[in-house]
């Protein structure tokens, strides 16, 4: 062009030689990009068919894959393909659903391989899903999938990997076929659980009972190392993962990312170094250093260290943090154990007790003291956003100290120790024993709870322990009291009603609530999709909940979320525990903040 200066061959072809020997030290490797995050509590095996707290789950998700997963962006929330080359055929009747796997998707090396670079096929598929009622693994995901794939009853009577079951087949190596015994209209999303990701049959009995220590998957990240209880860094894992498009319908103050992942191969940083940290001032101490990259969910106690009048400090939006509020589809709540002699029972006087003992939960003072506002009042097990939840209920059991006071004289606690604490109606000492998280935040919430029960005469003791514990504890039927929380694995009132459903006692069902009168209930609702029929079967549910009061609902959080300002592509997503695969670092700018900050 006019005006521009053009190289001569010879010189051109000197300076193309002088590149060739550039001495390679000279060379420069861009940065690893390394996500800095936390779990809340430790990690127990990462199995998925065993693993049901949070923070397992959460690096589940990452490491072995089910069929579908939820699209990123889109919202309302909708499903995409995940291992399989579109969504699944569905016949007419609803029952069969036949899915293509991928080719080329590839377990990571491990020594139980021998060697084999091992491709997914459907029969993995297939075993993986059966895993789910193997009765020396006690599933709690089993649930999901029982008594409704097409002959799986054989799998409960006499089990066996080997048994050909009419509604799991693998036709072919690339086709899944799976077949319901009745339409099921929350199928899908049951599939893109952790509990359903796919494992390879050699791993599984190369570390018979201690697959959990070993984990094997195709997912966006591998395990690099691993100190229980401490850190798990997980290296990026690039093999399986085809281009990102995004689908489905994206917020306008979406589409930048959106544009930003477009035909980027998952994930972007190359490692995320995770640690355990338990206590709420670790974790907050930990973020305002730059420790870590986020935070989600600010801890209740601790609010007032980055929040003012509802809005962050302007010290820390000077450093460039941003806050975000996020509806989380969670539910806390504290259950009783049905069948605890102390507490549970059908009888009038152990109804009125839980009732009494509901009664007592002043909600507004956990919102405003404990929560800091960042809360609603739980009316029923549904949080908002959830399909089934319905913004007009209202729980008939509000706190009232008084009437409270009045159940428990009326049917018969009214002998006092001589420190004025209830006795039982026949005489003997009466002492609740509720379990906590051994935290501040859990000393806070005995704190509470010890000032609520008292005033209703109520006496009560606390067992600290970590939550691992008092789950497996729970299972087994072995803790009076607890307060728990419930996020959704899939965002349908399903997810959460089952936690009462009788035959989920010893899984899910910590309660162990079986009462035929809601089973009926429960086991209609499921057939049906979101309708107004169903919404009258949750009404009636509710209302039997509140009858017998085997739970007390507590508050549907509004999570408060702090991020770092280097920290790209952030977007909490509703159902999905981590982002991770998502994510990007500008580690450059981290720098430059961190060096700012020192």
């Not at 420190?419 to 935040?441: C, K, Y």
Request: proline share 7%.
């Amino acid at each position: 062009m006019a005006g521009m200066t053009r190289y001569r061959p010879a010189l051109a072809a000197l300076l193309f030689a002088a590149a060739l020997f550039i001495p390679p030290g000279c060379l420069v490797a861009a940065p690893a990009k390394v996500l800095h995050t936390f779990l809340t509590t430790s990690e127990t095996g990462l199995d998925p068919a065993v693993a049901s707290d949070i923070a397992t789950l959460s690096l589940l998700e990452n490491l072995f894959d089910p069929l579908l997963r939820y699209d990123y962006l889109a919202r309302p929330l909708s499903l995409r393909a995940n291992t399989t080359v579109a969504m699944p055929g569905v016949d007419a009747q609803g029952l069969t659903y036949t899915f293509k796997i991928r080719p080329g998707i590839y377990f990571t090396p491990d020594p139980a391989f021998k060697g084999v670079h091992r491709e997914v096929t459907a029969a993995d598929y297939v075993y993986s899903l059966k895993r789910l009622y193997d009765p020396a693994l006690h599933s709690p995901w089993l649930f999901l999938f029982e008594g409704k794939i097409a002959g799986d009853a054989a799998l409960k009577q006499a089990f066996s990997y080997d048994s050909d079951i009419e509604g799991l087949q693998a036709p072919d190596r690339y086709t899944l076929r799976i077949r319901l015994s009745a339409p099921d209209h929350n199928f899908l999303l049951y599939l893109t659980t952790p509990a359903s990701g796919v494992v390879a049959r050699e791993v599984m009995e190369a570390y018979s009972g201690q697959a959990g220590n070993h984990p094997v998957g195709t997912g966006p990240f591998s395990v690099g190392s691993w100190k229980r209880s401490d850190t798990i860094v997980l290296l990026a894992n690039r093999e399986n993962s085809p281009p990102y498009h995004a689908g489905g319908t994206i917020a306008p103050a979406d589409r930048a990312i959106a544009a930003a992942l477009e035909g980027q191969r998952l994930p972007l940083v190359d490692k995320v170094e995770v640690h355990i940290a338990e206590e709420f001032q670790g974790r907050m101490l930990g973020l305002l250093g730059g420790d870590y990259d986020y935070l989600e969910q600010v801890p209740e106690s601790l609010t007032g260290m980055v929040i003012a009048d509802g809005k962050l400090k302007p010290e820390l939006a000077a450093r460039g943090i941003t806050l975000s509020r996020f509806p989380v589809l969670q539910t806390y709540y504290m259950w009783m154990n049905m069948e605890d002699p102390l507490v549970g029972g059908y009888s009038k006087e152990k109804v009125a007790l839980r009732r009494a003992i509901a009664l007592s939960y002043d909600s507004a003072e956990d919102i405003a003291l404990l929560k800091k506002g960042f809360a609603l009042h739980a009316e029923s097990p549904l949080p908002p956003n959830v399909l089934g939840y319905d913004p007009a209920y209202r729980s008939p059991v509000q706190y009232d100290k008084a009437l409270a006071n009045a159940l428990l004289d009326r049917y018969g606690y009214t002998g006092r120790d001589p420190d004025g604490f209830r006795r039982l109606p026949n005489g003997q000492p009466l002492t609740l024993t509720m379990h906590s998280e051994a935290t501040v935040g859990g000393r806070l919430r005995d704190e509470f709870w010890r000032k609520n029960l008292n005033a209703v005469g109520l006496r009560v003791v606390f067992k600290s322990d970590k939550k691992t514990e008092i789950i497996k504890a729970s299972r087994l039927g072995k803790v009076q009291m607890f307060e728990n929380n419930w996020i959704a694995d899939f965002p349908d009132g399903d997810n959460f009603y089952q936690l009462l459903y009788g035959p989920n006692s010893g899984r899910a069902n910590y309660a162990r609530f079986n009462l035929p009168a809601y089973n009926e209930r429960y086991e209609k609702a499921v057939q049906l999709p979101d309708s107004p029929a169903r919404q009258k079967l949750y009404f009636e549910m509710n209302q039997l909940l509140h009858a017998y009061n085997p739970w007390v609902p507590l508050t549907n959080p509004i999570s408060a979320d702090l991020q770092q300002p280097w920290l790209k592509h952030y977007r909490r997503h509703p159902v999905e525990l981590t982002t991770w695969r998502y994510l990007d670092l500008d580690v450059a700018g981290r720098e430059r903040a961190l060096a700012g900050r020192r």
